[in-house]
């Protein structure tokens, strides 16, 4: 992240005070900085008072994708202020919650267990466990905990769900390399 292009696209952002940020320049904003800036120039635009609620519930959970570590980015009480706001979304769109809970699956080593990002696909979750040398982790996630999902926004199709794993029971029962049961 070059810090000389994201404060000019934050300044570009905070000017011309009172005019809404479209979604055409929060976007061009994004990917002139990097994904990794993301979002800090959407929490700048949100906190701006100028994103309107259509362009976040589009916005927030690609970004959050996007994003390398999204929790490094942003405060999770930041992250958790927008997905308040924004409401559930799916695919960028507003929409109900499930109405019953889903179990999920995150592949990660123990120190990232309780991360954010989980996937409906027990095969995907695998490989991330395999690629970062960890576990696959399962949890039954009600629907307040859910904050927004994208079935797979531009093709990777990793149907990914951003969870708040506050006070949630999740197991380990697979390690990465295989997927089988462990024993406790």
């Not at 000389?4 to 904003?29: F, K």
């Not at 919650?97 to 695998?126: I, V």
Request: hydrophobic share 40%.
């Amino acid at each position: 992240m070059d810090r000389e292009v994201v404060g000019d696209l934050a300044s570009t952002l905070a000017a011309r005070r009172g005019v809404p940020i479209s979604q055409e320049v929060l976007d061009a904003a994004v990917l002139r900085a990097g994904r990794s800036a993301g979002p800090w120039l959407l929490s700048c635009a949100f906190r701006s008072g100028r994103l309107s609620l259509p362009v976040l519930q589009a916005t927030i959970v690609r970004v959050w994708s996007d994003a390398e570590v999204p929790l490094r980015s942003l405060t999770a009480p930041e992250w958790l202020e927008m997905f308040a706001a924004a409401g559930y979304t799916d695919c960028g769109k507003p929409s109900p919650r499930p109405a019953e809970p889903l179990r999920l699956w995150r592949g990660a080593p123990y120190k990232y267990h309780r991360r954010w990002s989980w996937t409906a696909d027990f095969d995907r979750a695998q490989r991330f466990a395999d690629r970062s040398r960890g576990r696959v982790w399962s949890a039954v996630v009600p629907p307040f905990a859910l904050l927004g999902a994208d079935a797979g926004h531009e093709g990777r199709n990793e149907s990914e769900y951003v969870v708040n794993t506050t006070g949630l029971t999740i197991q380990s029962g697979f390690t990465g390399a295989g997927a089988y049961p462990v024993a406790h």
